[in-house]
């Protein structure tokens, strides 16, 4: 629920300026207090959120890295976030990136799914994304292609890396749903 210093500031806020409001209109020094109170935990509470990362905001980190690198057509940089024991996804995430020059990709509905009690830590995240991007060598145009791609990944020295991927028509996955 922290992960978002929203909360914090909002209701730290709120209930800053009922307590102000009622210092004001009653002069009762506790409320003054607890007015200051109020805004130390809130404020430590933002600090906190943004000191500790939990593991959906790397996992949603690492996402958004391998798509910059396959934006950028640094097909290498982006196989590197598969594990070491997947040499089979990697060699099939490298055909496949080799054979479409990207544009750019844009990630939409992230649903990171951590595998409760899993030593070392795993997690399944699928999202919808669109790549518009045209084949290698085709002489065919750019075309947005829409994909639902669901990726299974494991943390390993304090970084994720992917032990498997896949993609489909999104309306496939609904369909599922």
């Known amino acids: 629920m922290l992960e978002s210093p929203l909360y914090a500031t909002l209701g730290g806020g709120f209930l800053v300026i009922l307590c102000l409001i009622g210092y004001f209109n009653t002069q009762i020094k506790q409320l003054l207090i607890a007015a200051v109170a109020i805004a130390a935990i809130s404020a430590g509470l933002v600090v906190l959120e943004s000191v500790v990362v939990t593991h959906g905001e790397e996992l949603d980190a690492t996402i958004h890295e391998i798509r910059d690198h396959v934006q950028d057509g640094d097909i290498e940089s982006a196989v590197d976030f598969v594990h070491a024991s997947a040499a089979i996804v990697k060699n099939a995430a490298r055909n496949e990136l080799m054979k479409v020059e990207v544009e750019w990709i844009s990630i939409k509905d992230l649903d990171i799914d951590l595998l409760e ?53 999104p309306l496939k996955h609904m369909r599922q749903n």
Request: hydrophobic residues 40%.
């Open 117 to 169: 009690g899993s030593d070392p830590p795993e997690a399944t995240v699928g999202f919808n994304v669109v790549v518009r991007a045209q084949f290698r060598g085709s002489g065919g145009g750019v075309i947005n292609v829409p994909r639902f791609v669901k990726v299974n990944l494991v943390r390993t020295d304090n970084i994720w890396q992917v032990l498997e991927y896949s993609h489909d028509h």
